[in-house]
Each structure stands twice: as structure tokens, then as C-alpha cells.
């Protein structure tokens, strides 16, 4: 496990513009909402930004690596050889996969620690860790399941940009009218999205706690999946 989180982090980290072009669309996101609220949605802008970095790095980036490796190369036949449960090897290769967000996501928890305060992180860390597990999870059920990259592309693209741009993730739920609102809060993305930038309830609670385990559940059944 220890040798594929290596492996990515130094694939995905070479080069002097990899990392900036990562960040370009969740920091040009901040920037927009800052400015036409302005600086009202700021913790929110900031929250939305980690989200999208774990969903993109999740559900895009993950999906497609994998089908990647199945259709260019023999490293998906050489690294499902290796000893090892799948459970490691998924575990791997998300972790790796995550290692270039890792330090946009420090960097914007921090600044949301500064303006809410010692008493969100519990909220963050839960947030954090179950939209992890929820978009590593989905990002394997694609990778496995989808066989043309092309089409993987297009899918993730879709998916990252229906949970992240559309919903209230970026901004507050109380822009839109309520009965729509309380459905999208539904959404893993929306209910970590609130956790995470201090806002959350009991009910965001206990709906990113479910994503999260669903997230776990795919990811133990990776080696099932496979076939």
C-alpha cells in the first residue's frame, strides 16, 4: 500500500504546473463567490473548495487512472498480481491518488479554522473523511465498472459538476426556496459542504455519516467488484 501511495504522489506531483493547474477551478470558484456575495459566503466558498478537491480527485481523477491502466497498459493486470487484499490495493492507490489536494484542502481547513474557531473541527474531520471514503468509493464502482476512457471522462466530468457547481456547496442553501433546498441537502456534497464550513445540523450529521459508510462498503468490495 505503501508503495502505489509513492508511486502516485511523486507521478502527481512532478512538474512545475501540476499542482497549480489542479487548483485552478476550486480557487477560481472562491474568488467568484467572494465577490458577488460579497464576502458573505466566504466560509462557504472556502468549504465548497475542499469538496471539490475530494470529489475531483475521487470520482474524476481515480475513475479514470483506472481505466487508464486497463486499456494503455499492463499495470492494472500487474498491480491486481501483486500480493496484497484489494482492500490495501484500494486504499493504495486512493491515497496516492489524493496526495496533490492534500495541501490546497490543509491550507483552506486552516483558514476555515481561523475565521469559525476550535469548536468546527470535529464537523470538518467528519466531513473530510466521509466525503473522502463516499467520492474514493464511487470513483472505484466507475473505474472497475466503465471500460472506455473516453466515456469515464465525460461521466466524472458530469458527475463532479452536478454535486459541486449546481447545488449549494459553493453557497448557503437559503438562497433557493426551501423544499428544494432540503433535497439537496441530501447530497453528500451538500451536507459535507455545510459540516465543513461550520453551518452544519444534526441531520447533515447523520447524512454524510451515511455517505461515508457507503463510501466504505464500495471500497471493501473492491476486489469483488474487479470481475
Known amino acids: 500500500m ?7 504522489a511523486r507521478a502527481l506531483t ?12 476550486p480557487l477560481s470558484f472562491i474568488f467568484i463567490v467572494y465577490v458577488v ?3 458573505r459566503f466566504l466560509n462557504t466558498a472556502l468549504a465548497g473548495a475542499v469538496v471539490s478537491f475530494i470529489v475531483g480527485v475521487g470520482i474524476a481523477d481515480l475513475a479514470i487512472e483506472l481505466v487508464g491502466m486497463k486499456t494503455r497498459s499492463r499495470f492494472y493486470d500487474i ?15 486512493s491515497i496516492g491518488m489524493s496526495v496533490p489536494a492534500l495541501p490546497y484542502v ?24 466521509s466525503l473522502w ?12 465498472r466503465m471500460k472506455e476512457p473516453v466515456r469515464t471522462i465525460r461521466l466524472s466530468n458530469i458527475l463532479v459538476t452536478g454535486l459541486t457547481v449546481f447545488p449549494p456547496v459553493y453557497y448557503p442553501p437559503s438562497v433557493l426556496p426551501d423544499g428544494l433546498a432540503r433535497i439537496l441537502m441530501l447530497l453528500p456534497t451538500v451536507s459535507a459542504s455545510r459540516l465543513i ?3 452544519g445540523d444534526l441531520g447533515n450529521l447523520l447524512v454524510t455519516t451515511f455517505w461515508g459508510l457507503t463510501g ?12
Open 197 to 199: 464550513s461550520g453551518n
Open 133 to 144: 471514503l463516499w467520492s474514493a468509493g464511487i470513483g472505484f464502482l466507475l473505474g472497475v
Open 79 to 93: 498491480l491486481m498480481s501483486l500480493p496484497g487484499s484489494g482492500w490495501k490495493k484500494a486504499l493504495g492507490i
Open 14 to 25: 512532478r512538474g512545475r504546473f501540476s499542482l497549480i493547474s489542479f487548483a485552478i477551478q
Open 2 to 8: 505503501m508503495a502505489l501511495i509513492e508511486y502516485y
Open 106 to 129: 490543509l491550507l483552506l481547513t486552516v483558514l476555515l479554522l481561523t475565521r469559525l474557531g476550535a469548536w468546527a473541527v470535529p464537523g470538518i474531520i467528519l466531513g473530510i473523511i
Open 37 to 39: 456575495s460579497g464576502g
Open 216 to 227: 466504505l462498503l464500495f471500497l471493501a468490495r473492491f476486489r469483488g467488484l474487479e470481475g
